[in-house]
């Protein structure tokens, strides 16, 4: 399936309206599209499960009172940004906007694929690798930043060296026409081999005040700078896509970055009590105080309105998970009369079943 061109699409009169009131970056006309199964991802479960939370709704503000247009929740929207990036602790410093700050390692092909490993710093004095594959064709191309899982051969997962080729997103989206970036995650000292509770307990010594998933949110965002900065890429039409623990990064990247524009997050744990987002590495002891009143439908909200795609398998995410779409759909509507969030539920585990590989396929042919 190749990338839908952004052409002779509709857009209501109600989003074009609400795009006037704010100066952040909204979608246009020609983005406003719909999926035939978009509705299914938005229908409520036929029940929910016992242990589905309830909870605040972002449209609220801090004296009680109902958010009901763009410009009102843009105000609330500033505030929340602003405790979850108080909380995450101060940005980290190296982030670099010169694409040719790399170095080729290796490099093949495979299906009419450019294949690299490539290095390059991700903070003063601390270099990564990633795996940029690059499919020839001529033009401007859409781009998505790759956020592997938990195994042991990080980038090689998405670059299709190792494990499942139903996981090999960044080889699998490069062959259908996109640039794609799959950074190796802090907790990996070298590509093979992870080393979570040592490599957590070098950062947070070394950035105090810091969480872990501030570090990953700034490698993600290097990831996003030099992509934008490619002659190949189309900066308007970057996205991003994670498995598990990628599924957690790209949570934080689509809620934060606002340069991506389509996302997909798969059995990450959309839920605090969801998943092990207490550790270290992610967002530490303190989610797990009864006093922490914040969750991720709040991160989800901040997203709106850039299409993002929840996909559970009844491991990490599911039926439970259902809320923080109901919660973040309230935002999303703000903006019209069509939004591009939902939850789809394969049941089949913590996996990537061959039919949730085609809806991410088709997710990002529409929404880049």
Not at 30 to 57: C, F, H, M, N, Y
Not at 232 to 238: A, L, Q, S, T, Y
Request: with cysteine; aromatic share 8%.
């Amino acid at each position: 399936m190749t990338p839908i061109r952004r052409r002779n699409f509709l857009f209501s009169s109600t989003c074009a309206a609400v795009a006037l009131l704010s100066g952040r970056p909204r979608l246009t006309a020609e983005e406003v599209r719909q999926l035939d199964w978009l509705g299914e991802i938005q229908t409520p479960p036929a029940s929910l499960p016992d242990d589905a939370p309830k909870l605040k709704s972002p449209l609220v503000d801090a004296q009680g009172d109902k958010i009901t247009t763009v410009a009102q929740w843009e105000r609330e929207r500033a505030a929340i940004e602003q405790w979850w990036t108080n909380f995450l602790g101060e940005p980290l410093q190296g982030r670099k906007p010169n694409a040719n700050a790399w170095k080729v390692l290796e490099e093949d092909e495979i299906d009419g694929v450019r294949r690299q490993r490539i290095s390059y710093e991700t903070e003063p004095g601390f270099e990564t690798e990633a795996y940029l594959c690059r499919p020839k064709k001529d033009g401007k191309l859409p781009a998505v930043v790759v956020l592997h899982s938990t195994v042991q051969d990080s980038i090689l997962q998405p670059a299709g060296l190792s494990g499942p080729p139903e996981k090999s997103f960044g080889l699998q989206l490069a062959r259908q026409g996109y640039v794609t970036l799959s950074p190796r995650n802090f907790l990996w000292p070298k590509n093979v081999g992870i080393s979570a509770r040592p490599e957590a307990a070098k950062f947070l010594q070394r950035a105090p005040g810091r969480k872990g998933m501030r570090k990953m949110l700034h490698d993600a965002q290097v990831a996003v700078d030099l992509l934008e900065q490619m002659p190949e890429v189309d900066p308007k039409r970057i996205g991003s896509v994670g498995h598990s623990l990628g599924a957690k990064e790209v949570l934080y990247l689509a809620a934060f970055d606002p340069r991506v524009k389509a996302t997909v997050s798969s059995e990450g744990g959309i839920g605090i009590a969801f998943s092990n987002w207490d550790a270290d590495w992610y967002l530490g002891g303190t989610v797990k105080d009864p006093n922490f009143s914040h969750d991720h439908h709040e991160l989800l909200a901040l997203c709106a309105p850039r299409p993002f795609l929840l996909i559970g398998g009844e491991s990490a995410d599911g039926d439970r998970g259902w809320p923080f779409i109901e919660s973040a759909l309230e935002v999303y509507r703000l903006y019209g009369d069509q939004p591009a969030i939902g939850q789809w539920n394969h049941r089949q585990g913590h996996a990537v079943p061959a039919e949730a590989v085609k809806r991410i396929e088709e997710w990002f042919a529409t929404y880049l």
